[in-house]
């Protein structure tokens, strides 16, 4: 069974669970735990985006499955920690997705400890000092990329050729 990232950093023991599934007083819990580990700090941003992202998983989750309540909620929360980055980094709607990927790993791994988490959220004049920060932080290619130019291959296949039947 595949778990995503989301579910895997927000599953904690300490969590109590029914047997028909966590409840959604434990379900906002374990979104406000997943948000603190994705570094926001600030309390009321913490809780508002918490809000937000449960009532967004109440409406596309089944009447009733607070499991399903609970992977939706992650995931709003990864899709709107993405799309922050995304924003702060100019890279909205474009299709590399790997910058954002390596700015998420940067900041969950700790090397981009001087970004604040929550001036990604918050639309404030400091986002170009946070968007240079967050680029000196990013992992690049050992060795660098580069782009070699590769000569044809001819391209030979198994059955090009039928045998020749015998009479």
């Given at each position: 069974?595949?778990h995503s ?7 904690s023991?300490?969590?109590a669970?029914?047997p028909?599934?966590p409840s ?7 979104l406000?735990a997943?948000?603190?580990r994705?570094?926001?700090?600030e309390?009321d941003?913490i809780?508002m985006?918490?809000d937000e992202?449960?009532?967004r998983a109440r409406?596309?989750?089944?009447p009733?499955?607070q499991?399903?309540?609970l992977?939706?909620?992650?995931e ?7 799309h922050a ?6 890279l ?5 997705h790997?910058?954002?990927a390596?700015?998420?790993?940067a900041?969950?791994?700790g090397c981009a400890?001087?970004?604040r ?8 004049d ?6 240079s ?8 290619a050992t060795?660098?990329?580069?782009n070699l130019?590769?000569?044809d ?6 059955f090009?050729?039928l045998?020749?039947?015998?009479k």
């Amino acid at each position: 069974m595949h778990h995503s990232a989301a579910e895997k950093l927000a599953s904690s023991p300490d969590v109590a669970s029914s047997p028909h599934g966590p409840s959604v007083a434990a379900v906002k819990e374990r979104l406000l735990a997943y948000l603190g580990r994705l570094g926001l700090k600030e309390s009321d941003l913490i809780e508002m985006m918490a809000d937000e992202c449960l009532n967004r998983a109440r409406r596309r989750a089944a009447p009733g499955s607070q499991e399903e309540l609970l992977r939706r909620a992650l995931e709003e929360a990864q899709r709107r920690f993405d799309h922050a980055l995304a924003r702060t980094l100019n890279l909205a709607g474009a299709k590399d997705h790997h910058p954002v990927a390596g700015a998420r790993a940067a900041i969950l791994l700790g090397c981009a400890a001087e970004v604040r988490v929550d001036h990604l959220f918050r639309h404030q004049d400091g986002q170009t000092e946070t968007a240079s920060r967050l680029r000196t932080a990013l992992p690049l290619a050992t060795p660098p990329e580069s782009n070699l130019a590769m000569p044809d291959q001819p391209i030979s296949f198994l059955f090009s050729r039928l045998p020749q039947q015998h009479k």
